[in-house]
Structures are given as C-alpha cells and as structure tokens.
C-alpha cells in the first residue's frame, strides 16, 4: 500500500481521509522538520504531506532518486520546498489554492481595521486597567470608509480583498499585477511605486519567490503617505523587516498590521513593543473549516498523483 507521511497533526477529518487512501504515518510535532527528518521522509515514504516550515531546498533534495514522488503541500504558498530542484530529481510539487482565499482575505481585512482603528492598542489599554473612561480625543485613529486601498498583486486573494474593500467599505481600490485584471468594480492598475504614494493602506499579496525577497525596502515605504498604513499577509521576507521597523520608528509611516514576519517565529523586539503595529501569530487560514478543506484538497492532490499522475494543483513539472 502507497505510504504516505503527514509531516504535522492535522484536523481528524484530514487524517481520516488520508487513512482510508493510504498507510499513514502522522509527524506528532507542530515545529517545523529538521533537515535528517526531511531526508528520512523522502527516503521511507511514497509521498509527504508537508507545510509551512519545512525547508524542502535543493540541498536536503539533492539530486535523487528519491522514493517519494509527491509533496503536497498543505497550504498555497509553497516557497518553503525548492520545486525546480524537485522537478529536477522527480518530485512532483502540489499546493491548496482556492481554500485559503476567503480566509487570508478576512485577515486582511482584520489587520486593516485594527491598525487604522489602533484597536490593538486600544485592547491593550483596556486589559491592562488603564482605560479611564470615553472622551472625545481618545486613540484617535484612521477613518476606512471612502479611502483608497492599494492591492500590491492582484491574485486570488489580492481580488477577494479588493472586493472587501469596494463594496464593504466604498474604498477607491489600486492595484498592481502583471496584467489587468476583469474585475466586477472600478479599479485601477498602477506601478508599485504609484500604488504606494496614492494609498491609505497598501496590502501585500505577492506570492513569496526569489522574486519578491524584500519587494517592499525602504525606497518602497518612502513612497507611501506618513498617514499610511502597511499591511502584509503575503510572506514575510517580502518586507524588508528592518526597513520597515525605521520607517515605524521615524514616523515615516503610520502603522502596520502584520501576520507573518521575515523570520518567522521570531518577531523583533522593535516591531513588539511599538504601539503603531498590530501582531497575529500567521492567522491567516486559521478556521477549522478552512484548515479541513485545504487538507483535503492536498490528500485529494495526493490521490489524483497516485491514480493519474496528474494532480490537480500540480505547481512543476517532473519528467
């Protein structure tokens, strides 16, 4: 029987269904594998279940050949598993697009308003005993409603939250991409630079790659209003950490909402203690339905791979 390794617990329903295709063995850590786990894993079993964290690079898949033939990530960002060197020893990479969409959008969403809102800041006051009562200059934040929203990559997720933004908050929405995009409201596509200049809020949704390493610097956030806000719910390497942490710092920008960081898990002090950012530990598809669709959308890749070859949401091509 086809031997199949889920590299972290994942929800029962995704196991069960893992379980009833294959012989299933289920990594009890939550952290990320280190790297004799990960040659292990492709050695010992036909295909892996994998995510966020593991560092599937061209120097832990070497040149092959390996058992395994499939690693279908659970997520869909994959910049974690070198796929050209998978493709190269006949590995053949998945990811999970289309469950995540509506749930990272949502977060989007969330960061946006807490950090125009300074609701964070505003819990904290609360929670420490601090709040002395309403009065009429209190956190005076960022009205949403009827500003201009930048999009930075208008994919799947970059459209859900235009959408958000259009016809939930009657946001003026700008946007870059590689091509224009049919969308079922006004929207205008810009250079990055312009996008940046003439938004309120500018939300990252870029893919991370090679491409987008530190896509967002400082010549980036010097093109952005001093009341602006950033928010990432891309990768965190597509910000230029310490860049932003001066612009925090300098007033350059108004504040930031972030899910993901450069060097996740690990949070600079700098961003920790400002009260002008707005911290999640990487929510974005954290809903138990949306966790179970996207597991079972990656057992189903797995399933096709080992029945057809072809899997749905195949992102390389092995020969």
Sequence with gaps: MTRVFLTRPLPSSVVAAAEAAFDVEVRDSTSAMKPGEMRAALALYDGVLTTLGDQFSAEILGDGPHRCKVLANFGVGYNHIDSDAAETCGITVTNTPGAVTDATADIAMTLMLMSARRAGEGERIVRA???TGWHPTQLLGQHVTGKTVGI???GRIGSAIARRCHFGFGMKVLYTARSEKDLPFEARRLPLDAVLAQSDISILCVPGSAETHHFIGAPQLAQMPRHAHLV???RGDVVDEAALIAA???GRIAGAGL?????EPNVPEALRVMENVTLLPHLGTSALEVR???GLLAVDNLKAFFETGQPPNAVNSPR
């Design 232 to 234: 990432n719910i891309s």
């Design 259 to 263: 899910d993901v960081y450069e060097h």
């Design 152 to 154: 930075v990559g208008m």
């Design 292 to 294: 179970e669709a996207m």
């Design 248 to 250: 925090l710092q300098k």
């Design 129 to 131: 005993g601090k709040w």
